[in-house]
């Protein structure tokens, strides 16, 4: 009985786990090319959403709700490498830190001047009805977060490895000076790495959004989390944060079900704690991430 | 083909160019020599884009490209294999060399077949880089990475190829194959600009040369002249 009880846990929290892990991998994708991150992640996951919620109730069909809230999000991201990164980066100081932390906020409270400050529904064509496969209960929604979590995810890894610009891309990554001498503009590289993260939020988004509700308030629970894996995992191994991804997601569901749903965020923050602690550059990467 | 006229360039305040000019007619290889500090390397970094020039023209091809950024100049054609030589380490070799071409090949996909004869000719050149082509680039010795950084510079097809101490911490033998591609790429009609500290060798294969002393071009002339030259013997060829 209880076995079957983590079981069903272990399931249904992995597979949250993976929005975590594509967060995460949002991270990794601008570390990569500028070694900046965008401290306010989480509120383009939440805008992102917002932004669909809003086609969904035009009336458009569920395949253009989730491209115009992919197009939005790219756009969210480049946004915030024109107004948040750029200037930092040229001026090679670490601005960035600051201005994408007010850059969130901001998103923040035009959030809850637009959408309102309630947590909303957020319907989906997709089947809510549990199936039962071997002994656990999934959802066809908690499915459809890992079809999505691992198809965006291959997507962008195959870009990088079998195109010449996912490959300038690493190039660019490894020695920018150089990058630029092959021809390859740094700059537009940066560009094209937050968009991509920008991308990558709103398809967290739009998949997370059907199990939790949409609000302002999901941008920080989702993005402290998202800390705490890429921290764990390093800002290099896409798959080091599927794995601590889903590990912390299943954590948190049996934690809360055994200690009460106020343990929820525990085992997220314990996690940090003590990769801080213990490993400051991460068990599946060597970047050492100083400026977190 | 490469024309640089007063070119003033420095680091934060402290000025190391105070108005250099030397041309590079097509077709030809001229050799930048000095001591360590004089600011060859200064030189090429003003010249491809990495270092901003706080005056002064660089005229590639006819085409003013002094203050566009570095990856401009590059698609513009202008090759720099940079002191250090400064491969991408954690790719592989073959892809050092496919992004050598980044400015001619297709972004997506089909950019492999449209290298392929250019790859040929590079592995034909460094037949050691076809055997590592799957290698990681960091994982190479200095004389092959050196090699890589020439042909990577090669890939691009370029109107005028600049080269930084290609035999920098080299041993003997491996200095002496740089030699012959450099010698090489000249008979096949490559136009370089070739900076060494090996005053000799670099006279050596120079249709033309330049002497650079604190920033500014102290002496200048065809090699079988400067090798007559007092100054040059009593400072570089003693
Ligand atoms: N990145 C840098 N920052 C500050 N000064 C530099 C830098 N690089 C070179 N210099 C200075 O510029 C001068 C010229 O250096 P460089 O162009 O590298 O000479 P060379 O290539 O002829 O040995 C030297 O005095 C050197 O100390
Ligand atoms: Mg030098």
């Known amino acids: 009985m209880t076995l079957s009880i983590i079981a069903q846990m272990t399931v249904s929290g992995s597979l949250m786990g993976l929005v975590y892990a594509l967060i995460a991998y949002g ?10 991150v965008n401290f306010g992640q989480g509120e383009l996951v939440m805008v992102s959403a917002f932004v ?45 830190i600051l201005l994408t932390i007010i850059l969130g906020l901001l998103f923040f409270s035009v959030a809850e001047n637009v959408w309102g400050r309630d947590d909303r529904p957020f319907p989906t064509p997709i089947s809510q009805q549990p199936i039962h496969i071997l002994a656990v209960d999934v959802t066809p929604v908690e499915l459809s ?48 790495s937050y968009a991509l993260s920008g991308v990558v939020a709103a398809v967290a988004g739009i998949l997370v959004s059907p199990i939790t509700t949409v609000g302002p308030t999901m941008a920080s629970a989702l993005v402290l ?32 079900f055994y200690l009460g749903s106020g343990w929820r965020e525990a085992p997220g923050l314990v996690l940090l704690i003590l990769a801080l602690a213990i490993r400051p550059t991460g068990v599946f990467g060597k970047t050492l991430i100083r400026k977190v | 083909m490469l024309t640089v006229s007063d070119l003033h360039a420095g680091y934060g305040l402290s000025e190391v160019l105070a108005g250099t000019s030397l041309e590079v007619k097509a077709g030809t290889v ?25 005056k002064g023209q660089v005229l590639l091809d006819g085409k003013p490209v002094q203050g566009l950024p570095a990856s401009r100049i590059a698609r513009l054609g202008l090759a720099h294999s940079p002191e250090g030589r400064k491969v991408f ?13 980044f ?19 590079v592995y034909e050149l460094f037949p050691r880089l076809r055997e590592r082509k799957k290698q990681d680039a960091g994982t190479l010795s200095g004389g092959e990475q050196q090699m890589l950084a020439i042909g990577r510079a090669l890939m691009a097809q370029p109107k005028v190829m600049l080269l930084d101490e290609p035999s920098m911490g080299l041993a003997p033998v491996i200095v002496q194959e ?37 920033g500014r071009i102290a002496i200048e002339g065809k090699p079988a002249d400067l090798r007559r030259d007092e100054r040059m013997l009593a400072a570089y060829l003693g």
Request: glycine share 12%; aromatic share 10%.
């Open chain 2, 178 to 214: 740089v030699f012959r591609t450099i010698r090489r790429l000249k008979q096949e009609g490559m136009t370089m600009l070739l900076v060494e500290q090996f005053a000799k060798q670099a006279l050596g294969v120079a249709d033309y040369a330049y002497v650079m002393e604190r």
């Open chain 1, 145 to 192: 977060v890992a079809v999505g979590v691992f198809a965006i995810m291959g997507a962008i890894e195959i870009f990088k490895r079998q195109t010449l610009l996912g490959k300038a891309f690493d190039a660019v990554s490894a020695d920018r000076d150089a990058g630029e001498l092959m021809g390859i503009s740094a700059t537009q590289t940066v560009k094209l």
């Open chain 1, 225 to 256: 989390k998202a800390f705490s894996v890429a921290v764990v995992a390093g800002l290099e191994s896409g798959f080091g944060v599927v794995v601590v991804g889903m590990f912390l997601g299943a954590l948190e569901s049996i934690a809360s």
């Open chain 1, 27 to 36: 991270f990794q994708l601008t570390y990569a090319t500028s070694k900046s």
């Open chain 1, 52 to 96: 669909s919620l809003t086609l969904i109730t035009l009336g458009l069909p569920y395949w253009l709700v989730v491209l115009g809230g992919l197009f939005f999000g790219a756009l969210l991201g480049l946004f915030v490498e024109r107004a948040g990164v750029r200037l930092a980066l040229e001026q090679r100081s670490e601005g960035w």
């Open chain 2, 103 to 121: 400015r001619r090949l297709p972004r997506f996909f089909g950019f492999h077949a449209r290298a392929a004869r250019d790859l040929d000719r």
């Open chain 2, 30 to 54: 001229v050799a930048l020599i000095g001591a360590n500090g004089a600011g060859k390397t200064t030189t090429m970094r003003a010249i491809s884009g990495m270092l901003r020039p706080t």
């Open chain 2, 89 to 101: 380490g954690p790719l592989s070799v073959e892809d050092n060399l496919l992004l050598g071409a």
